[in-house]
């Protein structure tokens, strides 16, 4: 099997950059952040406060999730529902930042992302994918952006959503969410020692995608 990490900060295009990828090379696309999401959805949906973490441990026995394609493309099922839409805001994201500091979090999601893994030829983007999840990756990318381009970035997608927030307050959080995803203990954000790191501030979406599939090429095909 050959799996492919991508790993980097919000916004920096990971995900439209590696489902691109993953379709134009046969491979399967698995977007680690959406099951972080999920376990802060849970939280919302309990009202329970993400930084309460025996709270939050506590939630994980109730909680069943999986991952199911449809079309090609991933969706995530809490306790069996479909939950890949609602786990897509502002809210979810911030949740998910928080709860996936806690080292039982990872734990649980753990096996689920290996096993796809073991089974498929995997494009598996996140944050710790190259370094803790599948450290046997035969390919590394470690992406990134300013984070006033992510802003932008981010800025657009939600938009198009009908989500409306200002460009400082996505900044401000763009900010915060890097800093607590590479200052936490637990499998912090950091390019892996032999990840190849790509800042996609100054290339547009297409020569990103360029980059990165010539990369794998070179490595695997
Ligand atoms: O990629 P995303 O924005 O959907 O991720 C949501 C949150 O989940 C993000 O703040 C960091 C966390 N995350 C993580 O800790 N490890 C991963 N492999 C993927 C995401």
């Known amino acids: ?96 930042s928080v709860v996936s500091a806690v080292p039982e979090v990872r734990q649980f999601l753990l096996d689920l992302q290996r096993d796809f893994a073991r089974t498929n030829d995997v494009i598996m983007d ?34 198009e959503k009908g989500e409306k927030l200002d460009y400082e307050t996505i900044l401000v959080d763009i900010i915060k969410r890097d800093y607590n995803d590479s200052h936490r203990e637990a499998a912090p954000l950091k390019a892996a020692d032999n990840a190849i790191i790509v800042d996609t501030s100054d290339l547009t979406l297409e020569e990103s995608i360029r980059k990165v599939v010539g990369i794998i090429k070179e490595a695997v095909i």
């Open 1 to 96: 099997m050959i799996a492919v990490a991508i790993d980097g900060p919000a916004g920096a295009g990971k995900s439209t950059i590696a489902r691109r990828a993953a379709s134009e090379l046969g491979f399967i696309y698995v977007d680690t952040g959406a099951l972080y999401r999920t376990i802060g959805l849970a939280c919302i949906q309990k009202k329970i406060d993400p930084s309460n973490t025996a709270a939050v441990i506590h939630i994980l026995q109730d909680i069943d999730i999986s991952i199911v394609f449809l079309n090609g493309e991933q969706h995530v099922l809490l306790n069996d529902k479909d939950v890949s839409s609602e786990i897509r805001t502002e809210q979810a994201s911030m949740t998910a």
């Open 126 to 159: 996140g944050r710790d994918i190259g370094t803790v999840v599948l450290p046997n990756a035969q390919v590394k990318i470690f992406l990134t952006a300013s984070p006033e381009t992510r802003a932008r970035r981010r800025l657009l997608q939600l938009e």
